[in-house]
Every structure is written in structure tokens, then in C-alpha cells.
């Protein structure tokens, strides 16, 4: 499985950009699809996570609760994460990755996309 993530740039605080993933590859093979984020200094964290099978269960972390959507088209093998309401503390690395088990939170998914930088100004 190969992911290709996108979308990130710079914005200022309060605004809204939406990250897409692209997944090809052996995709009927993965159970859940995430984003995960590395800020400078810091360990890579959860951020968002949706159910690639049947069922449309998605899990958040706290932090990004209220502001951050993940969503899912499986005919497009395309996941988003819409996020809106950009604080300067979500400046980061994101990725997007994908597991053939269903290990929500953990940075042990099975393949990783390269990453695309937001950076959100104060």
C-alpha cells in the first residue's frame, strides 16, 4: 500500500485547511485509515482515525475534538481531514497512515504516507 498525503501550507490562527491522502496498492487489505502529526521536538501523536471496512467509526484525539473531521471515500481510496479552527499548537508535520489491524492510536500502523506541513501562525 502506498499513501501520498497533501494539502498542507500556511495559514493563520482560526483557519481552516483540509489535508487529503491517497491510497493505492493492496487497499482492501487495510482496516483503518489515520492522520498522525510530528511538531518539532515532539513525538509523532495521534490525531484522527476512520474505519476503512464496514461501519463508519472514526476516533479523535482530544486535543483535535470539535475542530477536526476525518472522512473516507473508499471508491476514490481518498481519506480528508478537514480542520478548522487552526490554533498555533497544530503546527506540524501530518501523516497519514494506514493498518491492515485495527490500532487506532498507535504510530505502529503498517504503511505511512511522507507528510505535508502545516504551519499555523498566532
Known amino acids: 500500500v502506498q499513501l501520498q498525503a497533501s494539502g498542507g501550507g500556511l495559514v493563520q490562527a482560526g483557519d481552516s485547511l483540509r489535508l487529503s491522502c491517497a491510497a493505492s496498492?493492496?487497499?482492501?487489505?487495510?482496516?483503518?485509515m489515520g492522520w498522525f502529526r510530528q511538531a518539532p521536538g515532539k513525538e509523532r501523536e495521534f490525531v484522527a482515525a476512520?474505519?476503512?471496512?464496514?461501519?463508519?467509526?472514526?476516533w479523535y484525539a482530544d486535543s483535535v475534538k470539535g475542530r477536526f473531521t476525518i472522512s473516507r471515500d473508499n471508491a476514490k481510496n481518498m481519506v480528508y481531514l478537514q480542520m478548522n479552527s487552526l490554533k498555533a499548537e497544530d503546527t506540524a508535520v501530518y501523516y497519514c497512515?494506514?493498518?491492515?489491524?485495527?490500532?487506532?492510536?498507535?504510530?505502529?500502523?503498517?504503511?505511512w504516507g511522507q507528510g505535508t506541513l502545516v504551519t499555523v501562525s498566532s
Open positions: 476512520v474505519n476503512w471496512g464496514g461501519g463508519r467509526s472514526t
Open positions: 496498492g493492496r487497499t482492501f487489505s487495510l482496516r483503518i
Open positions: 497512515a494506514a493498518d491492515r489491524r485495527l490500532r487506532v492510536d498507535s504510530v505502529e500502523y503498517d504503511y
